[in-house]
């Protein structure tokens, strides 16, 4: 490189100037940077990256320019030679761009940048100092020089490590004075083995996967490379886990088809069941038809006879109205004479209470009388004693005594009388009594008869209003039936767009079934682990659907179709391969009596449907359809058993 110790000398002076002018360089220099297009959008992703704004990227990349920049004049102040660890630091700075991944071209171009701007701000430091200048001018375009050396052996390097070249290899590596351009020879013999290694590495790989793939392409998906430790180690790991992935999926495609054939088979059976109802329905119906035409006349006749009998008990009630005002008039005629007799009792009581009061004052007046008498005997005989004195005085007590006996028979008459009236008055309360018995029985019998009539009247009135309601519901009935035979009429003609529509139904049915039987015999190619069980379920069903058809004459069978148990798709498998690996569990040895007995029923249904027995053989094909369902049910049990043992 030529740096000499006046050039040394030269940076050490220019120390100061560096630090003036440093920051000026450094922001111009990024100026024409972030100016070009493809470097801005280049530090923009760098920026994006990091997490940060363009504005804080150019902020940290200029204060590390500066500093860069700053550190040729900070080694030769300090006495620096420009040494190894002044080339590490380079080395180090070389590294970090080729993190980042900046192109070659774009850093060594940078250089010319840089190179114009230090002169530029010599020029104007240095006027007048042209030798000086010249010399500072040489002096750091040997260290940019120098710089550029580290930059590419760092990028060099990088790309030897990647590549997978061994340095350490070469002896003379080893000597930090050196750089990889001392031994570019020994380096190029590197590089070319490591290329004839990984050449060859990639070819095994290539064969490896090459073979693989060739099974693959056959449909054999139970294979799988040898994963080596190394380089390739991920790459055979991913394409065997491509396969597995590759394999779950189309197991699960299996799978689902395989459950779609159930699916598909049990719409089949209900398509064909909901035609052969249908057409049940559809006979039902007009018999229904027939029935509802004769069920409208009776029930227009029984509304004429209810509407008859809705008059008669308007007429009776109407009737019953006007007896029960009558006898209402009656009981009010009563009540009256009923409260004229009470006040009557009244009038008597009071008559026998004012003659027994006289009784009692004439019995007082009777008493006074005899005490008069038997006062007026002793004045009598003072006066007697008296003499002639006295003489007067008995003549007034004897007028007195006189008067007390006829004021005693007086009373005795008004007794006598008074008893007589008390008799009289006794018998026309006793009198009275009975006519208020009489009138009040009258009044009860009165009473019940109105209930009576009133709750008959009520009864006729809720019987009319039933008959009523009855006669109301008659029309309505009648309206019913009419529309009822309309409703017959419609729902037949709806159960003929049904039959219409269950036979679309089915053969839509059929038609999902080929074309799915055409996707499972073509998804039967692959050779996958969990394909036999359902390879197995898939064979019996297509074989009972086929039954199914046979029965309903939409195809023919040779007799030869009728194989034994142990000869069918299924029978083959659960005799082999299926006894080998699964013979052991209960959900395995559980498939073959309904097996065995649907072959049985087979047979029988073909002789039955050649001999023209048609009604015994569709008996006979809804046993098959439970015998065939409860295999599926194993068999699904099984392969969930199998899940689990694995």
Not at 262 to 268: E, G, M, N, R, S
């Amino acid at each position: 490189m030529g740096l000499s110790a006046e050039d040394i000398s030269t940076l050490s002076q220019l120390y100061s100037w560096a630090r003036e002018y440093g920051p000026r360089i450094v922001k111009e220099f990024y100026d024409v940077q972030f100016s070009f297009p493809e470097t801005r959008d280049f530090l923009q992703k760098v920026a994006q990256r990091k997490g940060i704004t363009l504005e804080a990227l150019r902020a940290q990349v200029e204060r590390t320019q500066l500093q860069y920049f700053l550190d040729i004049f900070e080694e030769a102040k300090r006495g620096g030679n420009f040494g190894v660890p002044y080339f590490e630091r380079r080395l180090r700075i070389g590294s970090i761009h080729n993190v980042l991944n900046l192109p070659m071209k774009w850093y060594i171009g940078s250089y010319a940048i840089y190179t114009e701007l230090v002169i530029k701000y010599l020029q104007r430091a240095f006027r007048f100092k042209p030798g000086f200048r010249e010399k500072a001018i040489k002096a750091i375009v040997k260290v940019f020089v120098y710089d550029m050396q580290s930059v590419f052996d760092a990028f060099f390097f990088d790309f030897l490590k990647d590549v997978g070249v061994d340095i350490d290899r070469i002896e003379e590596a080893k000597d930090p004075m050196k750089d990889l351009s001392d031994f570019y020879v020994e380096l190029k013999k590197l590089v070319k083995d490591k290329m004839e290694e990984r050449a060859r590495e990639v070819e095994e790989v290539i064969r490896q996967l090459s073979e693989a793939m060739e099974k693959l392409s056959r449909g054999d998906f139970t294979i799988s490379v040898e994963v080596r430790k190394g380089e390739y180690e991920d790459l055979y790991k991913n394409f065997n886990n491509m396969v597995l992935k590759l394999k779950e999926v189309l197991n699960k495609t299996f799978s689902s088809s395989s459950d779609l054939t159930d699916k598909a088979i049990v719409l089949t059976d209900i398509a064909y069941g909901m035609e052969k109802n249908l057409q049940r329905l559809h006979e039902q119906i007009n018999a229904i038809s027939t029935s509802a035409e004769e069920f409208s006349m009776i029930v227009q006749q029984n509304a004429g006879n209810i509407l008859e009998a809705k008059n008669l008990v308007e007429t009776m009630y109407s009737t019953f109205n006007e007896s029960h005002k009558t006898l209402d008039a009656l009981i009010a005629g009563m009540k009256d004479i009923y409260e004229s007799v009470q006040k009557y009792s009244e009038v008597i009581r009071e008559l026998s209470k004012s003659v027994e009061r006289i009784g009692e004052i004439t019995g007082t007046i009777n008493s006074i009388a005899e005490q008069t008498s038997l006062l007026s005997l002793n004045a009598a005989i003072e006066a007697a004693r008296a003499g002639e004195a006295g003489r007067g005085f008995a003549v007034v007590a004897d007028e007195v005594r006189k008067l007390a006996e006829r004021t005693s028979e007086s009373a005795k008459d008004i007794i006598e009388i008074i008893e007589g009236i008390g008799e009289s008055t006794s018998k026309a309360v006793d009198l009275v009594h009975k006519i208020l018995e009489s009138v009040q029985r009258g009044m009860e019998v009165s009473d019940k008869a109105s209930d009576a009539i009133s709750e008959l009247a009520e009864r006729i009135k809720e019987v009319e209003g039933r008959i009523s309601a009855l006669a109301t519901a008659g029309e309505e009935e009648s309206s019913t039936a009419n529309q009822l035979t309309q409703s017959v009429m419609e729902l037949s003609r709806l159960a003929d767009e049904d039959k219409d529509r269950a036979r679309e139904l089915k053969n839509i049915a059929n038609e999902t079934m080929e074309k799915l039987k055409g996707l499972l015999e073509d998804m039967q190619k692959f050779q996958l682990d969990a394909f036999s069980i359902e390879k197995a379920k898939v064979a019996h069903n297509m074989w009972k659907l086929k039954l199914l058809k046979f029965v309903e004459g939409e195809l023919e069978m040779d007799p030869s179709e009728l194989v034994d148990h142990t000869q069918c798709y299924l029978g083959k498998w659960y005799y082999s391969m299926g006894k080998e690996h699964c013979g052991h569990l209960d959900s395995f040895r559980a498939i073959e009596p309904p097996h065995i007995e649907l072959h049985r029923l087979a047979r029988e249904i073909y002789e039955l449907k050649k001999a023209g027995n048609e009604q015994e053989a569709a008996e006979k094909l809804l046993r098959v359809k439970e015998v065939a369902s409860e295999i599926v049910s194993n068999l699904d049990r099984l392969k969930a058993e199998c899940s689990r043992t694995d």
